[in-house]
């Protein structure tokens, strides 16, 4: 694969020793309810060599343990910069911001970067810029 080195996904979240020191990439919290995995936050960590997956994961744990019961994480490789995996975190975080059960932890919901780049493409194409109010949100 071109971005990702290495990767465990819904893994519970007593299982967070098993996680490396020093990743950098994406992971995303879970909450199990019955057989579904819902997403509650996608989140990054980059900081050139010094990534700390496993730290931003025990900190969620410490601040938020009651909405999340699994995780994933997704390493990237060494040659991946950080710019890199923002722009990675901002689309993720792009695909659901309008989703109610998804941004219970997220904060910043839109990617600015790529809201520039999407209404580009709407004026490119003449059609009328979606907006939160067009949505009936």
Known sequence: MRFIKSTLEYRHITE?????????????????RGKSYDLVYIGMSGKGANGKIRKRLLSHKRKRVSDWTHFSYYEVWDNITDSEIQELEGLF???????????????????????????????ELGLKSITRKSLGL
């Open 93 to 123: 975080r792009q695909l659901y911001r309008f989703d109610d059960r998804s941004n219970a932890l997220n904060i910043q919901q839109s990617h600015k970067p790529l809201v520039k780049v999407r209404r580009e493409t709407e004026k």
């Open 16 to 32: 967070l020793d098993i996680v490396p020191k020093q990743l950098r990439g994406i992971y995303a919290l879970y909450q199990k």
